[in-house]
């Protein structure tokens, strides 16, 4: 079992909707949590950061984090085709060094 | 601000030859990663550098892959002799602190082809 679990997708949805992606994990040291989206052929770039649990909003993005389930998710609000990307979550344990362990990434497609 | 710069952005080499990476981090970043990501895979963490001291490389396959960050700044990763599943894009990445909290900044990665 993969430490950080992720359904690849793809995930397709009409522009203006609103989409959920989610990870599940297994290990409950981890307290940092993150949100990266991927562009084809281009490095991660972070979009979003947790503490802890609960909900974080930055414009039409969400993050959650349910500890207790080991469950986060990513709800971007008003999606746009230019959201079309891989959506990688990844968390850490917060200990000595920054070391992320990222789930494989769903593929999330707007289609206009 | 300049990002990571990473090169070069594409290599195809046989199996059993060497190859190398090249990074230069964003200025005055002190953290440097070496990350490995699989074709539908998230990225896997090589090596990490703080300065040019080794943080943590347990993921490092030592037999056939090193890396270096002489003098705190650029890293070259190198592959020797290289195997076809080391086919991936192997991402480079900085971070003004060690610490879990600080964002990771990634370069475009060095797409890897062994045939």
């Known amino acids: 079992q993969k430490e950080v679990e992720q359904d690849p997708g793809p995930l397709s949805v009409p522009e203006g909707a609103i989409v959920s992606l989610n990870c599940t994990y297994s290990?409950?040291?981890?307290?940092?949590f993150m949100w990266y989206r991927q562009y084809s052929r281009k490095g991660p770039e972070l979009l979003m950061y947790t503490y802890s649990s609960g909900n974080k909003e930055d414009g039409r993005f969400t993050a959650q984090v349910d500890k207790s389930s080991k469950y986060i998710s990513l709800f971007i609000r008003d999606s746009q085709p230019s959201d079309s990307a891989t959506y990688l979550c990844a968390m850490s344990a917060g200990n000595a060094g920054n070391m992320l362990t990222f789930g494989g990434g769903t593929r999330l497609m707007v289609k206009p | 601000e300049a990002g990571v710069a990473q090169s070069p952005r594409y290599k195809i080499i046989e199996k059993r030859q060497s190859v190398a990476f090249w990074c230069n981090p964003i200025?005055?970043?002190?953290?440097l990663y070496w990350y490995q990501q699989i074709l539908g895979q998230g990225p896997k963490l090589l090596i990490q550098?703080?300065?040019?001291?080794?943080?943590?490389d347990s993921q490092l396959p030592k037999d056939r892959f090193s890396a270096e960050r002489l003098k705190g700044v650029d890293s070259t990763l190198k592959i020797q002799p290289a195997k076809l599943e080391d086919s991936a894009v192997y991402l480079c990445?900085?971070?003004?602190?060690?610490?879990?909290?600080?964002?990771?900044?990634f370069g475009e990665g060095s797409r890897l082809t062994v045939l």
């Open positions: 990445a900085s971070s003004l602190t060690p610490q879990a909290t600080g964002e990771l900044f």
């Open positions: 550098f703080q300065n040019n001291g080794v943080v943590d």
């Open positions: 290990n409950s040291a981890f307290q940092y």
């Open positions: 200025s005055g970043h002190a953290t």
